[in-house]
Structures are given as C-alpha cells and as structure tokens.
C-alpha cells in the first residue's frame, strides 16, 4: 500500500490472485503496456494503482476469462466508455459445444454415401476431388464418411439440380478454409496450451463464432439476392 490509498502493483496482485490465480506482475504490467490500464506514477517513477484500477483490471480478466474477449476489442470497449458511449448488452451465447460438435456414429463408404442420398456415385467423387467431402480413415485402411458428408452431399445435389457442378462449388471450400483459419487464430493461445477447461473455453467459442458466421453470411447473402429480385 502507498499513500492516498494507493496501491502497489504487488499489492493489485495479491488483491487479484484468488479470482485470477495466473494474474502476475509481468501481466500487469502487460495491460499497461497495451493501453488498457493507466496507473499513476510517482516521482520516482513506482506505479501507483487506485481502487478504480484495480476494478478495471478485474473487468478485463473477466472479458478474457467468461467472454473470450480478445484485448483489442476490450480496449475498444474501455474507450467508447470514457467517451461517455453507452455500453452494449452482451450479445446472446452460441449453441452448446457439446451439441454443436456432437460425433456421429454414421460410417458409410463411398458407394453407400451416394445410395444413401440418391446421387451418382460419380458426384461423390467429384465432391472429394475438389475438396468438398474429405473422407476418414479407419483401422484398416478404408475410406469412410459420416453424418457431415450426408449433409454436405444433399447440399451440393441441389445446387448440382440447377446447373452448378462440382468445381464451381469449390469456391465454398475455399471461404470455408478462410473462415477456418481465422477462427483457429482466434482460439490459438487456448488450444496452444492444452487443458480441459481451455479445450472446454475453446470448444465454446468455436461453436458461438462458427454459428454467427453462418447467420452473417446467409443474411447478407439473401439481401443481395433480394435486391437482384427488385424486392
């Protein structure tokens, strides 16, 4: 403790580390470094923390821990506050992980993926060849595929029915593969530290972003065709 009711940066550790046991110096000092925190100084150039400080540390670790938040967007956040701009609500949670990634017992081979859905065999091996089905392998060497590939299957057939074919749907893998690559960025440090709970952290993140993609992309999509219509 220092004076005026100040407090050293130990101290705002110590104050933090029973919510935060991996909150340190060093990671006070980081949000600092970032911007995201402005302690004052003394003359001699020691941190001096104040209560309202310390709160908004615990603001930000609860954004990181119970939100996922990146520490961009947080700062983004602490801005439009001291601008006097009116905080948002939180948006709605995404589907349960455990639904979302839910594993399907489904193991057809090829010939069976395609009498399952009614299509040529011959589609099926056009899917795989440009990307759009990736088959698994089980024990013995033999290509299979789930649930997902039925789905993907009876997507690709109507879009087939109105005149696409196969290679002009690989344009879809290839936003899917962005998509994919910028979510894997953003669970990156939890995954790279790998624990239930951050497995857990990152499952639910990727379920809630994966979903929203999919509304964002849809709704936009659907307003443009809209106005191609004129309506």
Do not use: C
């Not at 970032?34 to 104040?50: K, V």
């Not at 603001?59 to 990146?70: A, G």
């Not at 789905?151 to 962005?178: D, F, K, P, T």
């Amino acid at each position: 403790m220092t004076s005026a009711g100040h407090l050293k940066i130990g101290a705002v550790v110590e104050a933090l580390i029973e919510e935060f046991p991996d909150i340190s110096v060093s990671k006070v000092r980081f949000l600092e470094g970032e911007g995201l925190i402005h302690p004052q100084r003394t003359q001699s150039g020691y941190r001096q923390f104040s209560n309202a400080d310390v709160d908004q540390i615990r603001y930000i670790l609860r954004q990181q821990r119970d939100h996922f938040l990146p520490l961009k967007v947080i700062k983004d956040k602490l801005i439009e506050w001291d601008r006097g701009v009116e905080p948002t609500s939180a948006p709605r949670g995404g589907p349960p992980p455990e639904t979302y990634f839910a594993a399907s017992t489904v193991r057809l081979s090829s010939d069976e993926l395609a009498q399952t859905v009614g299509v040529p065999a011959r589609l099926v091996q056009d899917l795989v060849g440009h990307g759009l089905l990736q088959p698994d392998i089980d024990a013995t060497g033999l290509e299979t595929y789930g649930e997902d590939s039925v789905v993907i299957v009876r997507a690709a057939q109507r879009l087939v029915s109105h005149g696409l074919e196969a290679r002009h749907l690989r344009s879809i893998r290839l936003a899917a593969n962005r998509e994919i690559d910028l979510f894997r960025q953003l669970t990156g440090p939890l995954l790279r530290h790998p624990s239930p709970a951050n497995t857990q952290r990152a499952a639910a993140v990727l379920a809630d972003v994966a979903q929203a993609a999919r509304e964002l992309q849809e709704t936009m999509v659907r307003s443009e065709l809209r106005t191609l219509l004129g309506r």
